[in-house]
């Protein structure tokens, strides 16, 4: 592929000989599960967060089922979830024992608002989970403050990101990050962390996450084995550093699809005014996505359909969700597609994009009108 839909690679270049260093030093030490690193990174996330606690885990999906339980979620209890995400944000409800109830988002921003988590409401709603889809932020402290119920921040694809000057993981009771290696602070296979500045919330997650035990000797729950290791946590304590500066060349990715007159093809996502978000993902919007996805293969550029059936749709939430009308998810899921997005995505490789879509719209199969977008702003 001439662009590809992500580019892991380039950013980590200058830094192998440092992230060998750091591994070499872990294997030298002997300690390889919670030790010093692992110790380190989360308070170095934790001041970069602004946040009280930090506790790594062993992926994203295990810190949300984590984060859960520690808001004293489980069976019997509802917990709210948009259905336009990536399936483990509602996957990792149910080892709580709790039902997902699925809410719609908002058809600008793809993320939920106070008046989709409304209504999904029940007596039985014991938290909400408010994802920063696409790295984007979801305005958390509004839902918070509109519902009374306590919010966890999915903030698995907006590492980087802020709001109001405050950053993406510090938004709500409680938040959770993955650092899949394509995430935007990625390590070298599984981690995860669970973020917050409640003192109970975090001390019950750091027993979870360890067998339900503080001291190894008593085990006062059942919880589980779920550790970020010190090799990874090594290499995160590298990278992080770099975020800021990975996530401003997001925006000026952005930037360079829309000087490139991206907005006049496709329908370009929005994000509210006073964010800077950290477009893990850039997700436009077309009404014939999948045939403009197939034109641009043909011209060398990778896209993406994201969760083309969202996750009510699927099998193994039919129980829960085949009742749902979310019909903003619906519409979201069949006209979407990500294009190339990352860091280092140069004004040329968005130009070659812009060029090839130009191409496909104006041979496509059917002549299209302008796209529909409301307030797309500029954020970089
Ligand atoms: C929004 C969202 N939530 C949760 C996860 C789960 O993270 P992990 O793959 O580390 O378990 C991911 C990514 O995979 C994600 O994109």
């Known amino acids: 592929m001439a662009?590809?839909?992500?580019?892991?690679?380039?950013?980590?270049?200058?830094?192998?000989?440092?992230?060998?260093?750091?591994?070499?030093?872990?294997?030298?030490?002997?300690?390889?599960?919670?030790?010093?690193?692992?110790?380190?990174?989360?308070?170095?996330?934790?001041?970069?967060?602004?946040?009280?606690?930090?506790?790594?885990?062993?992926?994203g999906t295990d810190a949300i089922t984590i984060a859960l339980r520690a808001l004293g979620v489980g069976a019997g209890d509802e917990v709210v979830v948009p259905s336009f995400t990536f399936y483990a944000s509602a996957e990792a409800i149910l080892p709580t024992g709790a039902t997902p109830v699925f809410c719609d988002v908002d058809a600008d921003t793809a993320n939920v608002t106070p008046d989709t988590v409304r209504a999904a409401l029940t007596r039985q709603t014991k938290a909400i989970i408010a994802v920063d889809l696409f790295g984007v932020p979801a305005p958390v402290g509004e839902i918070g403050e509109a519902t009374g119920v306590p919010v966890l921040e999915d903030a698995a694809q907006a590492a980087g990101a802020s709001a109001g000057g405050r950053r993406a993981g510090s938004l709500g009771t409680v938040a959770t990050f993955s650092f899949f290696p394509s995430k935007n602070l990625p390590c070298f296979g599984d981690g995860g962390a669970i973020a917050t500045d409640d003192e109970r919330v975090a001390e019950a997650a750091r027993r979870l996450h360890f067998h339900g035990s503080r001291d190894k000797l008593s085990f006062e729950q059942a919880g589980y084995n779920s550790r970020l290791d010190e090799i990874q946590a090594a290499i995160l304590r590298v990278l992080l550093p770099h975020l800021d500066e990975w996530s401003a060349g997001r925006r000026r990715a952005r930037a360079f699809y829309e000087e490139a007159g991206l907005a006049e093809l496709v329908s370009l996502p929005a994000a509210a005014e006073g964010l800077e978000p950290a477009w893990h993902m850039y997700?436009?919007?077309?009404?014939?996505?999948?045939?403009?996805?197939?034109?641009?293969?043909?011209?060398?550029?990778?896209?993406?359909?994201?969760?083309r059936t969202p996750v009510h749709r699927q099998p193994a939430m039919s129980q829960w969700g085949a009742h749902a009308a979310l019909p903003v998810t619906d519409q979201l899921a069949r006209t979407n597609l990500a294009l190339p997005m990352s860091p280092v995505l140069t004004r040329e490789q968005a130009n070659e994009v812009v060029d090839a879509i130009r191409a496909a719209v104006v041979s496509g199969p059917t002549v299209k009108s302008a796209p529909t977008t409301t307030a797309a702003h500029h954020d970089a």
Do not use: K
Not at 30 to 37: D, S, T
């Open 3 to 59: 662009v590809a839909l992500f580019d892991t690679a380039t950013p980590l270049q200058g830094l192998r000989a440092q992230i060998d260093e750091r591994i070499a030093a872990v294997l030298d030490s002997g300690r390889f599960v919670l030790g010093p690193e692992v110790a380190a990174f989360e308070r170095e996330l934790a001041r970069y967060l602004g946040v009280e606690h930090v506790v790594g885990v062993a992926n």
């Open 283 to 307: 997700a436009v919007r077309d009404e014939h996505a999948d045939e403009l996805i197939a034109a641009l293969a043909r011209a060398g550029v990778e896209a993406r359909a994201q969760y």
